[in-house]
C-alpha cells in the first residue's frame, strides 16, 4: 500500500492532506509534537478510511527531532509532505533572534534534510512526490518568513531540476504557496487577520486539491487559486519598493 508522510499533520493544511490521502487509499505516518493529537489524527484515518496510520512525535526544531524524520523517510514513503511551520508574533526586529533561527530551522533545514533523506529511495523505486508547503509570502517581502518560503521554492525547484538530469521518471518535487488559509496558524502567531478581506480566504481540502492537481501535472510550483495566481503575476509587475510596502502592512498587525 503506498505510504503519505506528512509533517504538521495534526491539523490546517496537514490536516487537509492527511484526510484526503487516506480517503484515497494511502496509508500514513503522521508527524507532530502534540502525541496526543496525533494518536487522534491516527485514530480518526483509521476508523474513517479503513489506511494503516502510524504516529511519530517529533519535535523539527531540534537535530533528533528531524533525524527522527529523516530516518523513517529512508525507510520508504512515497508521497513526503513537508508542511510543519508556524509564524513569530511580530516582525523582525521585535523577534528575538533565536525565534528567528528556530524557524529557519523548521522551515529550511527540516525541509532539506527530509527531502533529501526520501528522494534516494523514490529515485530507487522509480516514483514518489516530495511536496514542500511553501507560501505566496516567497514571492513578497514578508521578513524571515517570507524569505524562508522563498528559500522553500528555490530549493524545491532545484532539487527538481537535479531530479530530472538523474532521469527521475515519476518522481516529482513540488512547492505548494497557498495565500490565507483559516487554520491554527495566525491563532498560534498572535496575528490580527480582521483587515484581511473574506474573498481572500482559501479552504484548506480545496488547497489540497489543487495542489494534488498540480502534482499529477507535473507542475513545480503550485498556486492555489485564481486570485492568488494573479497576485503573484501581479506581484511582478510592481515597482519593489511599493511591493514591500502593501506587503508587509497586509495581514501584519499583531494581538
Not at 527540516?110 to 511553501?134: D, F, K, Q
Not at 522563498?150 to 532539487?159: E, I, P
Not at 481572500?200 to 489540497?208: A, E, F, I, P, Q
Request: hydrophobic fraction near 45%; aromatic fraction near 6%.
Amino acid at each position: 500500500m503506498p505510504t503519505a508522510l506528512i509533517t504538521g499533520a495534526t491539523a490546517g493544511i496537514g490536516a487537509a492532506f492527511a484526510r484526503r490521502l487516506a480517503s484515497d487509499g494511502l496509508d500514513a505516518v503522521l508527524v507532530a509534537r502534540d502525541a496526543g493529537r496525533l494518536d487522534a489524527a491516527a485514530r480518526d484515518l483509521r476508523d474513517r478510511y479503513g489506511v494503516a496510520a502510524e504516529t511519530l512525535t517529533a519535535d523539527l526544531s531540534t537535530d533528533a527531532g528531524i533525524a527522527a524524520v529523516e530516518d523513517r523517510a529512508r525507510e520508504g514513503a512515497d508521497l513526503v509532505v513537508n508542511n510543519a511551520g508556524f509564524g513569530n508574533k511580530g516582525v523582525f526586529l521585535d523577534v528575538p533572534v533565536a525565534d528567528e533561527l528556530t524557524m529557519l530551522k523548521v522551515h529550511c533545514e527540516a525541509v532539506l534534510r527530509i527531502t533529501s533523506a526520501a528522494l534516494p529511495g523514490m529515485l530507487e523505486r522509480g516514483r514518489g512526490a516530495v511536496v514542500n508547503v511553501a507560501s505566496v509570502a516567497a514571492f513578497a517581502t514578508r521578513g524571515t518568513y517570507g524569505a524562508s518560503k522563498a528559500w522553500v521554492v528555490s530549493f524545491s525547484q532545484g532539487a527538481m531540476q537535479d531530479v530530472a538530469a538523474r532521469g527521475g521518471g515519476r518522481v516529482r518535487v513540488m512547492a505548494l504557496c497557498p495565500g490565507f488559509v483559516r487554520t491554527e496558524f495566525h491563532e498560534r502567531a498572535g496575528m490580527d487577520v480582521t483587515s484581511v478581506p473574506s474573498f481572500m480566504w482559501l479552504k484548506d481540502d480545496d488547497v489540497v486539491d489543487q495542489a494534488l492537481r498540480d502534482l499529477r501535472r507535473g507542475a513545480v510550483v503550485s498556486v492555489p487559486d485564481v486570485r492568488y495566481k494573479a497576485i503573484v503575476a501581479a506581484s511582478r509587475l510592481v515597482p519593489p519598493g511599493l511591493a514591500a510596502k502593501v506587503s508587509a502592512r497586509t495581514g501584519r498587525r499583531y494581538d
